[in-house]
């Protein structure tokens, strides 16, 4: 189960203690179900990134989005680290983020992310193609070709990443990422088969068709 996690920023804790007290009900009511929160940086706020990891859930994402130079200024890449880190300090098992690809990254700002990611304990990353939703929003840089996204993905994993997906479709809550998380988490160590399938299934989402041509006003 998937839980997105809005910023309540009319509360003092950002709706921390409503999402925590939510997934402890889940959790209390049927113990099998394994839970997933994507949250927000919580403004850097710890203690409320500690409230969600305890309780209960399974795995804590927090998407980076994109390389550090290239953050939101209204954002901070550093804080986002710390709430990856911080969550897996407050006993998740599992810390996840995701990479939008597209947006201007160098492949060497790229690979730092990864780095930092790593350096933070991070377990799962998923790279995706950033698509402009509207003419208001910012332009497409480039469209990733499937080689690329096939590279990011060994790179990743060379980089000791429990599980990748990489591809044009691909989005934080990917459902090969799903089925591999699973099983690690029912397990308890890296499930060979359910990795298997699970890269099967991303390579899908790598050949998907990419959109042609150029973004146009």
Known sequence: ???????????????????????????????????????????GDLSCVERVAKSGLDVYA??????????????????????????????????????????????????????????????????????????KHMKVSRYVEPSEFEMWKKRAEDMGFAYVASGPLVRSSYKAGEYFIENMLRNGSNDKGALKTASLLSADAGQADRPAGSVKE
């Open 1 to 43: 189960m998937l839980i997105v996690i809005l910023s309540l920023a009319d509360l003092a804790d950002g709706g921390a203690a409503h999402f925590a007290s939510t997934i402890a009900k889940i959790k209390h009511k049927a113990p099998s179900i394994l839970v997933e929160a994507l949250t927000g940086d919580f403004q």
């Open 62 to 135: 927090h998407n980076v989005e994109t390389v550090e130079a290239l953050t939101d200024r209204r954002a901070k890449f550093h804080q986002s680290l710390a709430v990856l880190a911080h969550a897996k300090k407050s006993g998740v098992k599992i810390t996840k983020t995701s990479i939008m690809l597209g947006v201007g990254e160098t492949e060497e700002q790229v690979t730092d992310t990864l780095k930092a990611l790593r350096a933070n304990s991070v377990d799962v990353v998923t790279f995706g193609q950033y698509m402009r939703p509207t003419k």
